[in-house]
Nanobody
Framework: QVQLVESGGGLVQPGGSLRLSCAASGSIFSINAMAWYRQAPGKERELVATITRAGATNYVDSVKGRFTISRDNAKNMVYLQMNSLKPEDTAVYYC???????????????WGQGTQVTVSS
């Protein structure tokens, strides 16, 4: 059984910062790419940032220069540092991991339960 658990969401004023964390646990053989997605009310889920096992990153244009994704492979953790937050960043943020539970099976996508981020004055 694999679990991804996010933490660090909350209410923050515009211009503020938050750091999201996601811990992967359970029967994990290896983790490939990890990512953060978000879903605002009435909108489709959106890819925010990705990071490969080697540390290569990619961001959606709307967060470039404000958000930073990082990971700790030894701890099976991924982080999202969010600075200069805007009201339009308000959403439920989901952690995603492409991982293998066995060396002989293909990798699959796993998701966390989500953490709410609200940017409002």
């Amino acid at each position: 059984q694999v679990q991804l658990v996010e933490s660090g969401g909350g209410l923050v004023q515009p211009g503020g910062s938050l750091r999201l964390s996601c811990a992967a646990s359970g029967s994990i053989f290896s983790i490939n790419a990890m990512a953060w997605y978000r879903q605002a009310p009435g909108k489709e889920r959106e890819l925010v940032a990705t990071i490969t096992r080697a540390g290569a990153t990619n961001y959606v244009d709307s967060v470039k220069g404000r958000f930073t994704i990082s990971r700790d492979n030894a701890k099976n953790m991924v982080y999202l540092q969010m600075n200069s937050l805007k009201p339009e960043d308000t959403a439920v943020y989901y952690c995603n991991a492409d991982l293998k539970v066995s060396p002989i099976f293909r990798s699959y996508d796993y998701w966390g339960q989500g953490t709410q981020v609200t940017v409002s004055s």
